[in-house]
């Protein structure tokens, strides 16, 4: 298996770019990166990701982001094809002020209906003997069920990667096509029924970073005229879709999240993709 090169734990600006930007992005940091082996060869040097977020009857996840929440996180599970063999990462992206932490562990598909169902997997489930990825799942699954999660939303995209050539310190990614539609099955599949795309034509980049924010990100930002915003392929994606069709029937937003504030918080990201989308404001 190929030597997992997420970074556990960074800082992560993200800015909705179009195209024409991402294009000179590319050109920017092909002189400073190297691109992902997953996408050398792809057209338009992208693969497919394919995440199936969980979340509470109630979307207390989902509410978290809505509401700013400092300390927050994401349960997802991610997969890259089809293929019955191929396997499952359940990944927890923690969100801790300005800091992104995360744990991923993988897990051979055979058992991940019982991981689901509340079960630690055993040795011989796992993909890897990295004893981290064991603790990731552990973690996910107690997260779980503290929380009464389960599947809620299928999220699919393709990224174009950048990584450095000579550590794991400096990641840039380029995300476009992102689709959303509920999921409320353990079905991992690639293909949508009904799908709806976030954010339009535009592309999500991200710049990651362990250490310093690097010089040439400076200047890149400067000369492309880059403007930092928020960017939630779940959260944007729920709002877009709209939220009545990801919560289970009878289910209402958690007290925290029923306040005037709140809500007006949620409409405020409306108004932010909706310009975004329409180009009324700089993204």
Not at 23 to 40: H, K, T
Not at 67 to 73: E, Q
Not at 96 to 125: C, F, M, T, W, Y
Request: hydrophobic fraction near 35%; proline fraction near 6%.
């Amino acid at each position: 298996m190929p030597e997992d090169k997420m970074q556990l734990q960074r800082w992560e600006l993200k800015y909705v770019i179009p195209e024409e930007t991402a294009l000179l992005v590319r050109e920017f940091v092909g002189s400073y990166l190297d691109l992902d082996e997953y996408g050398a060869g792809q057209p338009n040097f992208s693969y497919t990701i394919h995440n199936l977020y969980l979340d509470s009857d109630d979307l207390k996840i989902y509410w978290g982001t809505i509401n700013g929440d400092k300390n927050r996180y994401k349960l997802r599970l991610r997969f890259y094809e089809d293929n019955p063999n191929a396997s499952i990462f359940f990944e927890i992206k923690r969100r801790i002020n300005d800091a992104i932490l995360k744990q991923r562990g993988g897990v051979k598909r055979p058992a991940v209906e019982s991981i689901l169902h509340g079960h630690h997997p055993g040795p011989n489930e796992l993909v890897s003997g990295d004893p981290r990825q064991l603790v990731a799942v552990q973690r996910f699954v107690e997260l779980m069920i503290a929380d009464r999660a389960s599947p809620r939303a299928h999220v699919s995209y393709l990224r174009e990667a950048w990584i450095s050539p000579t550590d794991n310190s400096v990641r840039v990614t380029l995300d476009r096509q992102v689709d959303i539609e509920p999921n409320f099955t353990t079905r991992f599949r690639a293909a949508f029924d009904n799908p709806t795309r976030v954010f339009g034509d535009l592309v999500i980049l991200e710049l990651k970073f362990t250490g310093r924010f690097p010089g040439w990100f400076t200047e890149m930002v400067r000369a492309l005229g880059l403007r930092q915003c928020s960017a939630s392929k779940y959260a944007d994606g729920i709002v877009n879709r709209g939220e009545a069709e990801f919560y289970t029937l009878g289910s209402d937003p958690p007290d925290p999240y029923r306040s005037a504030a709140a809500s007006e918080r949620k409409r405020d990201r409306i108004d932010r993709i909706q310009n975004i989308l329409h180009c009324k404001v700089p993204a």
